[in-house]
């Protein structure tokens, strides 16, 4: 059964599917979308998700015990992360099962790859691409090009969704291959 709590603020989201669980004070931007099975809670701080980012499947994301989670504009955050406390900058994507925690700060343009965690106040500068267990930085480059498209794909998926629309067409897929 979905929940979407008193506290909550859509600011005209593209899609909010209709098992996400939001609870407290939460933010979702303008043409950001929030997939199958999502939790967000936040009673003593805030969430807030940017404008065109994607929360995908069975996201969690909470505040911290000292701080909110703010995610940019043009994200992926994708199946299985837990965001807890921290802030992600614009066009970054976060790989499956990461985890970010309380007082960590991801950089502009950023990549946190599958099954990271990355611990609690630590900070990544922009074009960071970070890995591990603890998530070190492992490269620096400008992957906001690569980003964007991914949440660019997300965003033509979200728009299906909200009509109804469970495929994506071949006009879609050409359009989307073209990057």
Same mark, same amino acid.
């Given at each position: 059964?979905?929940?979407?709590?008193?506290?909550? @603020?859509?600011?005209?989201?593209?899609?909010?599917?209709? @098992?996400?669980?939001?609870?407290?004070?939460?933010?979702?931007?303008?043409?950001?979308?929030?997939?199958?099975?999502?939790?967000?809670?936040?009673?003593?701080?805030?969430?807030? $998700?940017?404008?065109?980012? =994607?929360?995908?499947?069975?996201?969690?994301?909470?505040?911290?015990?000292?701080?909110?989670?703010?995610?940019?504009?043009?994200?992926?955050? @994708?199946?299985?992360?837990?965001?807890?406390?921290?802030? $992600?900058?614009?066009?970054?994507?976060?790989?499956? =099962?990461? @985890?970010?925690?309380?007082?960590?700060?991801?950089?502009?343009?950023?990549?946190?790859?599958?099954?990271?965690?990355?611990?609690?106040?630590?900070?990544?500068?922009? =074009?960071?691409?970070?890995?591990?267990?603890?998530?070190?930085?492992?490269?620096?480059?400008?992957?906001?090009?690569?980003?964007?498209? =991914?949440?660019?794909?997300?965003?033509?998926?979200?728009?299906?969704?909200?009509?109804?629309?469970?495929?994506?067409?071949?006009?879609?897929?050409?359009?989307?291959?073209?990057?």
């Amino acid at each position: 059964m979905p929940h979407i709590g008193p506290d909550v @603020t859509l600011d005209d989201p593209a899609f909010v599917h209709d @098992t996400a669980l939001l609870y407290g004070k939460v933010y979702i931007g303008p043409g950001a979308s929030v997939f199958a099975r999502t939790v967000m809670r936040s009673e003593t701080f805030e969430i807030r $998700i940017g404008a065109r980012t =994607n929360i995908q499947d069975f996201v969690m994301v909470h505040e911290g015990s000292r701080s909110p989670t703010i995610v940019g504009e043009d994200c992926s955050i @994708t199946h299985h992360v837990t965001l807890h406390g921290c802030e $992600i900058g614009d066009r970054c994507l976060v790989g499956i =099962n990461a @985890t970010v925690m309380d007082e960590a700060k991801i950089g502009a343009n950023s990549i946190v790859a599958g099954h990271a965690i990355v611990s609690e106040r630590k900070e990544f500068p922009e =074009n960071s691409v970070i890995a591990g267990v603890p998530a070190k930085l492992v490269a620096t480059r400008d992957n906001s090009a690569a980003n964007l498209r =991914n949440s660019r794909f997300y965003q033509v998926i979200a728009a299906n969704y909200a009509k109804g629309i469970e495929r994506l067409s071949p006009e879609q897929i050409e359009e989307l291959s073209k990057g």
